[in-house]
């Protein structure tokens, strides 16, 4: 597990340091609080705060409708009646922050989403780890024929030994003389007194881009729920989506009546244009509609006939 | 003070519902949970949830800076640095929630800042309370001559007792009118039975900019600062600067190391533009400059003599 | 119309200055440009500026995808995947800039689209003129029943003259007591000299919400998008729905191919949760689905029903 | 100039493009649309397109200041006053869309701007070119030993050649390992038929974070601003420093009245906190204050020091 020694004795400060508040608390959560949630082969994800719960998400939207919410009287029912209808704000209300170590080709895909608080780790301030991601041999799969941004079979055994020893070789080297351009013993003091060291904001460029950082990334629900179901969607690459599906994970313990509103409503939701619920409404009515004159291209059609569970 | 029945149930009930945590907890702030602090007539402020502390700011900064922060061992001088360079990322990392009551003609200027989370009363979906800001005589002042967007001398007591008067009997018959097109009971019967009412949606156009309405706000502490930057400072209309002075409070109590650092780097600070500068190393040294050829305008040479504390 | 004469001053300017330029150009977005779509009775529309067009959508996606896009050849096919697939990066480089007059109160719904640049018209500063909305007859509506949200039956004509009395009356003299308090002349001299005028900033609160406000209001193609979908539905409320109405016909003209994917998977389109899905699959292959057992409360039940072309 | 046929092509087709328009046109910039502004060794900005230029900037504040603005006649004036108060939202009414090559350590800074539009060259979906950033020998620079985050001295010559010879071996072997780990053909075809290739998503990993990549970046500008006053400013590290400045250049022609306002308010400008102020009106009434007893920090009073241009 590639926590640090401080980072350890932080954890254990603060399991030690329970207090009393009159906030709301989600014992399932505290129960997580600060654990690293192992990920990939060096990865990890911890909770380390959170605000609110299923409560506070009620709350908001009962504001919004004061006095004119005798009717809905179950939070779950609620819950969902706001899920299914694309309400968002009360999603807002609640707010958590993770500490996250990954890959940093993982943390180019993931920073793109923007509405998140983040504070990474900084190369040009400090010293990078020897720590990179090597894929297990399962995972080290070939370019999808059928899709431009997908995997395909996994690779036999001679090519993926070839490639893993690649990938080993190269991180190793490179980060050597990353070591070697800085010429900074642990203490600071220069390994080879003859030599000047390289800027750190300099020498960080030679590292491979399997190489680990790490940060704090703060999202409110809503947002959160807006990763994962871009990010734990199969369509999301598997070394991402790993991190995602640890996430659901720590949102099942905290908002369980959210999570299980948002895995029926977006996960496995899908979404038909007016011509593909024209056809549906036909087909139930009995009619042998036909894609040639359908209004939907070939593919479309395809992928209709795969959602209704039909042979195309 | 205009909170609720149900409020006051609610938070009886909230402040009942100790739990224990592992979460950053604040007891200066826990003491203010729930609780409404007065502001103008009717509204108020009220912290409903909070998320991180001082150490939450200090961590995340500690997590860029890595193994190099070695050097600065001492929190609020940390705290001091990021916020004298305008550091924001760290500052993201705290947020924080309130309930707030206040007129429309105000949370019109709130809304704008965009960077928070708000769940307002709907007047579409319920009732609106008869509940309008009047100010206090002393409130009360003319147009300034200088500012176009400022207040002037406040008004003698014939004038503002005729204002007063105004804003009262509009607010009233417009409210009674509201009232009258809802056609509605407290039991949501009809009033007149022979009548229609209008739509909630519709009749709600016909009540004053100075009607209260309510929201949940939530934000991180950096946009927090934003607003309060803005709307604490002595440009800002009274009547939401009252609200900014309550959170103000609120900051002091929640995150006080920031709170220093806020009114000495922001509230009580200015900025010199580089001619400026120039001018008071200028004088510094001795030298007898002048507006004219100084490369100031007459406006902005009277703002910089004000600034340094010389007759202009 | 209302538009001031400084504003048509601006717009015979603007008409007359053709230039040439390099950017993407849509002609017939250029023929509405600066020219008001007349919305509700003193409202309108227009576009100031405009950035991109169809291609500039295909040219970001194609740098995305860069060497690998030889496979999609055409555009338009290429704009209806990515709005069926939920991309959103490459609508976001277009821009639009429209002036809008509006009422207060949708106004006050419209800027919770938080991702677009506002500059309202400043009643801390200027004037407010004498122009509110009153509603046409037919959009006098009655509260739905159904729907604590919404509208029902038109209010018939003696109920509807009462309400159109009260509005008119009240908006009137709100204003009537707006400018006594103001006490201000055309020319900026006080009307009675005995008297001292009230601040702009504290008399506008005595106006009541269907007064008319303006704005600029700039938005990427896919931010606006998210607010026609949401604004442009049937459950918007008439008198916001009537300014999305009259956008989406703006952007039939500037982003053709993207406004038909938009209409097909987006404004026509409904989401079918898991449990959705799975009923519509069983009902295809002949089941006889009955809602008790199905999973879906009565509420979901019947909303499926409906969607799907079936008596519930 | 690292810029691909196919732009080369794009480029010539947009030059021949000239189309009337009634939109605002900035000659200045028409000139420099499209052509790329090279930076570093391989790296370029181009400007693709734009909306608005200082004239949308004054429109837009004067629609705020409404009737009253008839004070301050003059454009430039008015820019100037609402860069040295701090308003925003009028300079948010004018956008601009670059295309950018730059490396991909680069690109992990720049995206740290949030609020900005951008779609990046997909290396799930594409290959990457075997193009990487390798700095001049006069910017390889130690560590600073005074600044954590900075450079010191640039490195003598047989050290500097040590580098140079470390970053073009490993961005040279890793990308060679790249090409190997596809086994791709540039028509697609396996260049050894007996193996299979990596996905691309998994074999860019094994690239170093010198290798350029490129992007659509798009943003209004007051963020453009943000994005210019922190990376065009001395601290920033060099290598985003020259796209800041190359940035500035673009909008010196763009805006020139916005640009000189942000010149002086923002680029050269310093903030006092009310301690320095405070000591600064001291010593300009001529009190010998001293470090000891100011209030400030021995940092912060080296700071105000070298400020004011005195010595220390």
New interface residues.
């Given amino acids: 597990m590639a926590i640090t020694d401080a980072q350890r004795l932080e954890l254990a400060e ?2 030690a ?9 989600v ?1 399932a959560l ?1 129960a997580m ?2 654990e690293p949630i192992p990920v990939l082969d060096h990865g990890f994800v911890r909770v380390i ?4 719960d299923d409560g ?1 998400v009620v ?3 009962r ?6 919410t005798k ?1 809905v009287t179950e939070d779950r ?1 609620l819950i969902r009646y706001l899920m ?1 209808h694309w309400h968002s ?2 999603f ?2 609640c ?1 958590i ?1 993770f ?1 996250v170590k990954l ?3 993982v ?2 895909q993931w ?2 989403h ?2 998140a ?6 190369a ?4 990078m780890d020897r720590e990179f ?1 090597i ?1 297990a041999p399962e ?6 024929v059928v899709n ?6 996994v ?2 055994g001679a ?1 993926a030994a ?2 893993l020893d ?2 080993r070789r ?2 190793n ?2 980060y050597d ?1 990353y070591e ?3 010429n ?1 013993a642990p203490d600071g003091t220069p390994r080879d007194p003859a ?8 020498a ?7 190489t680990y950082t ?3 990334w ?1 999202a ?1 629900l809503h947002n959160l729920l807006g990763f994962l179901r871009l990010r734990a969607d199969s369509h999301a ?1 598997y070394e991402i989506r790993v991190y995602a599906e640890a996430m659901m994970g720590v949102v099942e313990a905290w908002v369980p009546a959210v999570a299980e509103a948002f ?3 977006r ?9 593909m ?1 024209d056809i ?2 036909r ?3 009995g009619e042998a509609v036909q894609q040639r004159g359908s209004g939907l ?1 070939p593919r ?1 059609w395809r992928e209709l006939m795969q ?4 042979e195309a």
């Fill in positions: 603060a399991k340091g329970r207090s009393e508040t009159l906030r709301p608390t014992p505290e609080l600060f705060d959170y605000m609110g506070a709350q908001a939207a504001v919004s409708y004061g006095r004119g009717a029912g299914r704000t009360p807002e209300m707010e922050k500490h890959p940093i080709f943390a180019r920073i793109r923007r509405m608080n983040v504070n990474e780790y900084s040009r301030y400090s010293l991601y894929p995972q080290l799969a070939a370019q999808s431009r941004q997908g995997r395909g079979a690779l036999d090519d070839h490639v690649l990938l190269d991180a080297q490179t003389h070697d351009m800085l900074e030599r000047q060291g390289l800027a750190r904001e300099l960080r460029m030679n590292l491979t881009l399997n790490q940060w704090y703060k409110d690459q895995r029926d409503y996960l496995g939701a899908v979404t038909f244009s007016a011509q619920l549906t409404r087909l139930l009515a291209s479309e959602t209704l569970g039909r």
